[in-house]
């Protein structure tokens, strides 16, 4: 796998959050919550993003009811891939993510916050997991010499 930044996204129709890693460092972090009103605000915010951290990898997170089987946002989800990849050039893979958004809220509240305070943060956490399984499956680990 090439060296370099990729960002994740947690796809929803009000909003996106974007995650920020390293394939050298294999760290995901949050980045990000897109709260545009509307697609074209969605799309020229993606933009922006993409042209200041020049990935050069995407992840989009592809979610499934608990036992795998598509429903209404996962095919939202794969016409979002679709465009990124078309529109920017770039290899875009999609990733499971299955319960990351409760996963995320569960961490939030570990950190004192409640459900007012964790809001804003959510779909940025929610991405940077989404981001981190996809490094643990798909960045093999630098070995240390023995």
Sequence with gaps: MPEGTVLAFDFGEKRIGVAIGETTL????????????????RRRAIGELIREWQ????????????????HAMTDLC?????????????PVELAD????SFD????????????KTMKPLLDAV???????TWFDTHVPTPHTPS
């Design 55 to 70: 990935p050069q990898q995407l992840v989009v997170g592809l979610p499934t009811h608990a036992d795998g089987k598509p």
């Design 78 to 90: 794969r016409t979002f891939a679709a465009w990124l990849s078309s529109q920017f050039s770039l």
């Design 104 to 115: 995320a809220e569960a961490r939030l509240r570990e950190t004192g916050r409640n459900a």
């Design 97 to 100: 993510e299955r319960l990351t």
């Design 126 to 132: 929610a991405a940077q997991l989404i981001l981190q």
């Design 26 to 41: 294999t760290q995901a972090h949050p980045l990000a919550v897109i709260r545009a009103q509307s697609k074209e605000e």
